[in-house]
């Protein structure tokens, strides 16, 4: 047992519920999506299931602040705290609305600035990984089922498998020809998005995944995850965790060499 094995509990409760209510919504005839100030869109099921989770951590860590990305931070009923949940209700909304089974729910407990317990229930793919510090990664669909996950062992890009979101954000952050390059000395290039790809870097599927940028409820949930696994997961300038608003997850021997090419 270690220091957050409660709360790594706690967070697979969470992720009962969240599977619970979206699934429900899940290709549902009259899912309601709304467009937020950004233009991405925003469903009924994103609402809810921050909701329900906001209405758990009141009743279980009333000391712990909530940060989600439907509702903002909270600060919790004894006043500010080190230690604060982050909820990105569905990670992939757009796959979510056109039907596609690939999206999340992600928890993450941040103690201080470090993402210590980090939670991804995706029901429709039947999988979950989580982690917590010291504890180390797993999969399956709960824990009795739980197998633990490792990053790979790939030492050189040739032999990589490299994935990278969308394109159109590379190239809105003036890196796109970087990327490219990339694509072009690797062994192969996927762009699995969201969650997923960091979540088959972390099982040793994939060996790196990169995204330009993020916010927090993007990330945290990833970052326990990819390094339990003994992965490493920096912003773009190298600065390990989930505050840079950017990400490099990889098996750990490649990372130096994909942030050089990236800076380049």
């Known amino acids: 047992m270690t220091r957050y094995a409660d709360d790594l509990a706690l967070a697979h409760v969470l992720a009962d519920t969240a599977d619970s209510i979206a699934m429900a919504r899940f290709r549902a005839q009259d899912l309601r999506v709304t467009a937020k100030p950004d233009l991405t869109p925003v469903t009924d099921a994103d609402t ?3 909701k329900a989770l906001r209405a758990t951590l009141s009743r279980t860590r009333p000391r712990d602040g909530v940060l989600g990305e439907e509702f903002g931070a909270s600060i919790a009923a004894a006043g500010p705290s080190q230690r604060q949940w982050i909820i990105d209700p569905i ?4 796959n979510f609305v056109r039907g596609v089974p690939i999206w999340a729910t992600l928890v993450a407990l941040m103690d201080g600035n470090e993402p210590v317990v980090g939670m991804v229930s995706a029901p429709a793919l039947n ?3 989580w982690a917590a510090k010291g504890l180390g990664a797993y999969a399956g669909r709960h824990t009795s089922t739980a197998t633990t996950i490792h990053v790979s062992g790939v030492s050189r890009l040739a032999d990589a498998s490299f994935c990278y979101s969308s394109l159109n954000g590379w ?3 003036g890196r796109l020809d970087a990327i490219l ?3 072009r000395r690797a062994w192969r290039s996927r762009a699995y ?3 997923y790809g960091y979540m088959l870097v972390a099982e040793g599927a994939v060996d790196v995944m990169v995204e330009p940028e993020l916010s927090l409820w993007d990330l945290a949930a990833l970052v326990p995850i990819v390094t339990e696994a003994g992965g490493t997961f920096t912003d773009l300038g190298g600065r390990p965790g989930p505050g840079g608003g950017s990400a490099v997850a990889t098996n750990g021997k490649l990372h130096t060499e994909i942030i050089d090419r990236l800076s380049a």
């Not at 990670?91 to 757009?94: Q, V, W, Y």
């Open 91 to 94: 990670d992939g909304t757009k």
């Open 127 to 129: 999988r979950r990984w």
């Open 48 to 50: 809810a299931v921050e």
């Open 181 to 183: 390059e990339i694509t």
């Open 193 to 195: 998005g969201d969650f």
């Open 171 to 173: 190239e809105q952050a």
